[in-house]
């Protein structure tokens, strides 16, 4: 997905705003975005995912950003400790919380197309190593971004076809 890179000077294809289309993606309220993790996530963890969550609601973009990449190492290295198949799904929600948080925060005040694709590089390694949240939140804000880089825009309604 977000293989081409884009030159820094290279304007976003707009059609609407990438934020709006981007939040109305999610809940309301931090209160609305249920973190359903089991026991074999650390407290720790849980308490810095509430954490994120609330900056992110709260507009602290830059605090959210770090707090999120802090998740993603964390859960980065609980993704890699053992065999796959042994990762407990939980970590892996984990890693797609942070995903989902780095790219919106990078998406916020995005400055160029060089911005969207790292968010859309975030999706695409929370697709890879993550589990599904929210209803697949993580493809739809992929295919949103897609939209807003120049170059990147599927006619509405196609669906490429599998080979």
Same mark, same amino acid.
């Given at each position: 997905?977000?293989? $081409?890179?884009? &030159?820094?000077?290279?304007?976003?294809?707009?059609?609407?705003?990438? !934020?709006?289309?981007?939040?109305?993606?999610?809940?309301? =309220?931090?209160?609305?975005?249920?973190?359903? +993790?089991?026991?074999?996530?650390?407290?720790?963890?849980?308490?810095?995912? *509430?954490?994120?969550?609330?900056?992110? %609601?709260?507009?602290?973009?830059?605090? &959210? +950003?770090? =707090?999120?990449?802090?998740? +993603? $190492? %964390?859960? !980065?290295?609980? +993704?890699?400790?053992?065999? !796959?198949?042994?990762?407990?799904?939980? !970590?892996?929600?984990? %890693?797609?919380?942070? &995903?989902?948080?780095?790219?919106?925060?990078? &998406?916020?005040?995005?400055?160029?197309?060089?911005?969207?694709?790292?968010?859309?590089?975030?999706? $695409?390694?929370?697709?890879?190593?993550?589990?599904?949240?929210?209803? $697949?939140?993580?493809?739809?804000?992929?295919?949103?971004? *897609?939209?807003?880089?120049?170059?990147?825009?599927?006619?509405?309604? =196609?669906?490429?076809?599998?080979?």
């Amino acid at each position: 997905m977000a293989g $081409d890179t884009h &030159c820094p000077a290279e304007p976003l294809a707009r059609e609407g705003t990438l !934020w709006e289309a981007l939040r109305a993606l999610l809940p309301h =309220s931090k209160e609305d975005l249920k973190l359903d +993790l089991g026991e074999k996530v650390e407290r720790s963890v849980v308490t810095l995912l *509430q954490r994120a969550t609330e900056l992110f %609601y709260e507009g602290r973009r830059d605090e &959210c +950003l770090q =707090s999120s990449e802090v998740i +993603l $190492d %964390y859960s !980065w290295e609980k +993704l890699n400790t053992g065999t !796959w198949q042994d990762v407990d799904k939980d !970590w892996r929600r984990v %890693y797609a919380i942070g &995903c989902l948080l780095k790219a919106l925060c990078l &998406c916020q005040a995005p400055e160029d197309a060089n911005t969207v694709a790292a968010a859309l590089r975030v999706c $695409d390694m929370g697709l890879l190593m993550g589990a599904a949240i929210l209803g $697949d939140i993580l493809l739809k804000v992929a295919a949103i971004l *897609q939209t807003h880089l120049p170059g990147k825009r599927p006619a509405h309604g =196609s669906i490429p076809e599998q080979p």
